[in-house]
């Protein structure tokens, strides 16, 4: 590695991060340590359209470029992206994909440092192929990536870089309200459309919730709970404020101001969802629903993170008790 690194004056370092937004999140602990161990370095990354807001909060990238890693790409889709890689001659490349058809890319483009999970076709054309450990939380398993840059330290917590604009913004949204002096709870129950056309159950149902904010609003009178509504949460926020009139909408336009809504909750509730690794990286304390998904994978170790996981791997079968249980702790 530092025979390597001693021939680049300024390196250039791209990372391929297919996923969504809470892929990218999850990434970000492995960009900032890559980052603090190559400071003068230009890291840029490649991810898909839908994830590229989440760079908003993100301190380590210089670019960001996107590409539909899961669409059915023609070659002239992947001839543009070999391009963009070969024209800013990258001295380093990793890649969260498992792919041959990525690993082939990443051959072509004669970067001389590529490095990914082997265990598959793909690992002919890395020069440092990297073992996968799925069974580990997700941060962890891709900060293990950084081996091959000889980079052995623990991986860090998630931490994002709200901007200040957007920290006014949310402090202006809690007057708005009417929150800012006495606190909320925080709660978004959506999923993504991608997740949904995959058939993956995500959302908690509304009589459920009902359950949940009834008995908070029973229990605490004066600890108003506000809904996260975003783009794709529209019907699901709908019935909720048909079920439960006294409950607030907030509606942040962007990753920023989303980040610093949270950041001032005093709970979070939540399902396995982008909302869910932001309320992690701002240290919000979070109890969060999973279905079908593995709470050890996608959530830290950590005290103020708190999974629950359907039984059934239904969403529909956690039991609004247990939930209101793991709140207050009886």
């Not at 970000?28 to 590229?52: G, I, M």
């Not at 301190?59 to 539909?68: C, T, Y």
């Not at 279905?291 to 791997?313: N, V």
């Amino acid at each position: 590695m530092m025979g390597w690194q001693a021939q680049v004056t300024k390196m250039r370092i791209v990372a391929l991060v297919p996923g969504g937004i809470g892929d990218q999140i999850l990434f970000f602990p492995t960009l900032d340590d890559l980052k603090q161990s190559y400071p003068e370095a230009e890291v840029d990354v490649v991810v898909e359209p839908r994830a590229k807001d989440a760079y908003r909060v993100c301190k380590s990238v210089q670019d960001v470029f996107g590409f539909d890693f899961k669409d059915r790409n023609a070659l002239a889709d992947w001839g543009n992206l070999l391009g963009i890689i070969r024209d800013r001659e990258y001295d380093a490349v990793l890649s969260l994909g498992q792919r041959w058809s990525v690993g082939v890319l990443l051959w072509l483009t004669g970067v001389p440092k590529r490095v990914g999970y082997g265990g598959g076709g793909e690992s002919l054309f890395l020069t440092d192929s990297i073992s996968l450990k799925t069974e580990q939380y997700a941060a962890e398993m891709y900060h293990d990536l950084l081996h091959g840059f000889g980079i052995n330290t623990p991986c860090p917590p998630l931490k994002i870089n709200v901007p200040k604009s957007d920290i006014q913004w949310a402090e202006g949204e809690q007057q708005r309200l009417g929150v800012k002096e006495s606190g909320y709870i925080l709660i978004h129950g959506g999923s993504s459309q991608l997740a949904q056309k995959k058939g993956i159950d995500k959302i908690y149902p509304v009589d459920s919730w009902k359950q949940v904010i009834q008995d908070v609003q029973q229990r605490q009178p004066n600890l108003p709970v506000v809904i996260i509504k975003g783009p794709e949460d529209k019907a699901l926020v709908e019935g909720l404020v048909k079920a439960c009139p006294n409950v607030k909408v907030t509606s942040p336009d962007d990753i920023g101001k989303l980040s610093a809504m949270i950041a001032a909750a005093n709970l979070m509730l939540c399902t396995d969802s982008a909302p869910m690794h932001l309320a992690v990286a701002v240290q919000t304390y979070t109890i969060a629903l999973f279905g079908p998904t593995d709470p050890a994978k996608l959530l830290p170790k950590r005290d103020r993170f708190l999974g629950i996981k359907s039984p059934t791997g239904k969403m529909a079968d956690i039991s609004p008790q247990e939930v209101l249980q793991k709140m207050w702790g009886s």
